[in-house]
């Protein structure tokens, strides 16, 4: 009898040391957890796994998208490509990631990329997550709507139906601002153009600069409100507290700053869709506003 208490009181400690040690190695892997998605990938680490992972649209042009050939493409991946070539020494040693809007904090987060920059408008709400270089580019919202319906004030709006990108600036915005417009939501950029051609919603509340490039190419739409709301800007953004490759990236955009080079992707991936009047309205080189 004493021999089976002995037995189980040995049990017993023995589970209690083991609970503990479990214990432990939780708290330990959670620290690690809360570490890994609070801070990116170091400079030294990106060099060491030899590519940069970016993250980028596969479905805005002209900005990011895949070409027919199943190459990246656009502005954003211009400048992509330039990052990779100063920091790595080749511009073929970016790994382009594909995003969608609603799933860029997420990425930086998980690590999953070093670097956004599918067209991220810089925001307040986004900062508290994010770290944001300086900007490149700057824009406003726009709504775009059939031409034989044209929506040209916000109170047109009201009683029918807007579409927007889950996790733009344009669901924020209406979101605050005119909470009593309906929006209808989806998760990719060519959802909200086939729901508009359906005619699922009365107009599309999106960045001014893509909604002007999607009109040309479908006449049968106009912009007919080409700014909403104030100026924004578009940066690259970095996991929040990434200080080290945030400021790589400041320096970089600085040092472009001196050839011009915004001015130059622009000339390469955008002119032949805005023309030369509207670059000095869209490009921020050096990363400085004027």
Known sequence: MKSVKKILATLVVGSLLLVGLVGCGNSGESKNNVSKSTTGNSIEEIKKRGVIKIGVFADKPPFGYVDSNGKNQGYDVYIAKRFAKDLLGDESKVQFVLVDAASRVAYLESKKVDIIMANFTVTDE??????????????????VSPKNEKITSIDQLKGKKVIVAKGTTAETYFTKNYPDIELLKFDQYTEIFG?????????????????????KSNPEFVVGMPTVGGQDTIAPAVAKGNKELLNWINSEIETLGKENFMHKAYEETLKNVYGENFENDLVVEGGKLK
Request: net charge positive; hydrophobic share 45%.
């Open 195 to 215: 729901a508009l051609k359906d005619k699922r919603g009365a107009a599309i509340a999106n960045d001014n600069t893509e909604l002007i490039a999607w009109a």
């Open 126 to 143: 986004r900062k508290e997550k994010v770290d944001f270089a300086n900007p490149y580019m700057k824009l406003s919202l726009g709504i």
